[in-house]
């Protein structure tokens, strides 16, 4: 059975095709959340916009994803938005964790985005990041949010490749470049 | 102790016997069709502090109705400035527009001094003369309330707040007819939004220029997608505008309470004035005077500009969300009053 994934795992790496500087990913993409802040609704609105196959889930628990051929995990923490969505810091990364570990059984690539500037850096977000860094194949960042190069730094063991936007509304039209 | 009894009294009687709401210097424009009274919809605010005018922009076809607040806190003012312009300035096609410059206007008689350079009155010149507009407080006058109780507890909660925080209407929301003078204010809105079947409410505030809520669009999350949409076009100004959702837990904020309690969509804006940078933000504070007029970076015809530009987009996008709409024409543009806000009031 492991061999199995295994093998499902190398097809669904080696079907990444590229978009320019960007791998080529699957839909329908499932968009959740790390940290329950704004910047996930945001993506929803843009996916919407670009006309994108995808799903929207705050929440989404693990076994959604096997509805799914990609997923994205927006990272921005939010005592508000956790407390809203009735998690805390360790149900979320928790929560994170469950559905990077499904993604990989189920070879579903993960792409990484940080879109909400320096207002989300803080200890919850950086930790929610790198929770996510190792396990995905792009990373979508808003310029502001990387004053200090966190992001190229957590890039740098995979070599795994970053859109840099300067504003959350440049993101849209790649979107539909990447997400097919 | 007796004198002191005497004292009291008097001024207790000095204030019921002369109060009455407290009159801004507005000049409504083409497009004001009516102008009420908060008490109007609740008389419990009559002959109070608490009253405040209403004023109605009805369109001649019918559509979505809106509410405007400014005011909520009085040292606020691009928030008061705003909902003054529409007022002065706006034509309403379709749908009907309310707005409340002061919406607690006992706070425009209360100065306080949080930081050093604050005015007591915002002085402009337009063509029709000198103007002035009351630079008030963020709480309800004490004297139209009465002692603070030693910590306000929001009700049915255990969310405590220092007891001054019982004067400040944007932790009383929905308010209480039966209450403080505050919870009146509250109240009395809650009822105008009930009774006008009001679609879409923005109540318009401002944050320190180091807070993390300087330039934010707080949303009910029943209508946080429209707010990620305006959101998004606010970015072509370059601000790095934020969103944010009303918290599950933190109660009697406008957003959420009107969100939750009534029909109306809602949402609160945020624009940074120096004048509210008291406190230390990271090991930042302001050192010198506070300019709330003519800072560099955020000066008011900016923060004005912001604000009208956040409602003009809500108003865009009311539609596409929730099928009703209301136009308003003949408000400045983004740029024009950035150059020029005070040749736009009357």
Redesign the interface.
């Known amino acids: 059975m492991k061999k199995i994934i295994a093998v499902i795992t190398v097809i669904f790496a080696l079907a990444l095709v590229w978009a320019g500087d960007y791998p080529v990913f699957s839909g329908p993409l499932l968009i959740t959340s790390a940290g329950q802040s ?2 996930a ?2 993506l ?3 996916s919407t916009k670009a006309k994108i196959k995808f799903e929207y889930d705050g929440v989404a628990k693990a076994e959604k994803l096997s509805s799914f051929k990609s997923v994205m995990i927006v990272v921005g923490a ?4 956790l ?2 969505a ?1 998690l805390d810091n360790d149900k979320e990364m928790a929560r994170v964790q469950t559905i990077l570990d499904k993604a990989k059984e189920l070879g579903i690539p993960v792409i990484l985005a940080h879109i ?2 320096a ?1 989300r850096r803080g200890s919850t977000s950086d930790k929610l990041a790198e929770l996510i860094a190792p396990y995905s194949s792009l990373y979508i960042i808003v310029n ?1 949010g990387n004053e200090d190069g966190k992001f190229n730094k957590l890039a740098e063991p995979k070599k795994t490749p970053i859109a840099f936007f300067d ?3 440049a993101i849209q039209p790649i979107l539909s470049e990447i997400i097919k | 102790m007796k004198n002191i009894i005497l004292m009291t009294l008097i001024v207790i009687m000095s204030i019921s016997i002369f109060a009455v709401p407290f009159y801004s210097d507005v000049r409504p424009g083409y497009g004001v069709t009516e102008e009420k009274w908060l008490s109007d919809y609740f008389s419990g605010l009559k002959d109070t502090w608490g009253d405040t005018k209403v004023y109605v922009l009805k369109g001649k076809e019918p559509g979505a109705s809106a509410l405007l607040l400014g005011g909520t806190h009085g040292n606020e003012i691009s928030g008061i400035m705003a909902a003054m312009m529409y007022v002065e300035r706006a034509n309403v096609q379709k749908g009907t527009l309310y707005v409340i410059v002061r919406a607690n206007n006992s706070n425009a008689t209360y100065h306080e001094k949080l930081v050093a350079g604050t005015p007591d009155w915002v002085e402009f010149e337009t063509q029709s003369g000198k103007r002035v507009v009351s630079y008030g407080s963020r709480r309800t006058n004490p004297m139209h309330q009465g002692n603070d109780p030693e910590k306000y507890r929001y009700p049915g909660t255990e969310l405590e707040f220092e007891g001054a925080e019982a004067r400040n209407l944007n932790r009383v929301h929905p308010g209480n007819p039966e209450g403080t003078l505050t919870e009146k204010i509250s109240y009395g809105i809650f009822e105008l939004i009930r009774k006008e079947k009001i679609d879409m409410v923005l109540d318009m505030h401002e944050a320190g220029t180091k807070s ?1 809520l300087a330039y934010t669009l707080v ?1 009910n ?1 029943k209508n ?2 429209m ?3 305006v ?3 606010l ?2 100004h370059d601000l ?1 505008f ?9 109660r009697g904020l406008s957003h959420k309470e009107i969100g939750d309690q009534t029909e109306a969509i809602a949402f609160l804006s945020e624009t940074p004035n120096p004048g509210q940078d008291y406190g230390d933000y990271d090991g930042w504070s302001r050192q010198g005077l506070a300019d709330v007029i003519n800072d560099a970076q955020y000066p008011l015809s900016h923060r004005v500009a912001v604000q009208v530009e956040t409602f003009r987009l809500l108003c865009d996008y009311l539609p596409m969300f929730y099928e009703k709409e209301i136009i308003i024409q003949n408000i400045p543009s983004y740029d024009e009053i950035s150059d020029n806000l005070f040749g736009f009031y009357n």
Request: hydrophobic share 30%.
């Open positions: 704004a910047g609704v945001q929803k609105v843009l939010s005592t508000k938005g407390g809203a009735g909400e500037g207002s502001s504003k959350v509304s | 993390r949303c999350p946080i997608d707010g990620a949409m959101m998004l076009d970015e072509q790095g934020k969103l944010e959702q009303s918290s599950k837990e933190f």
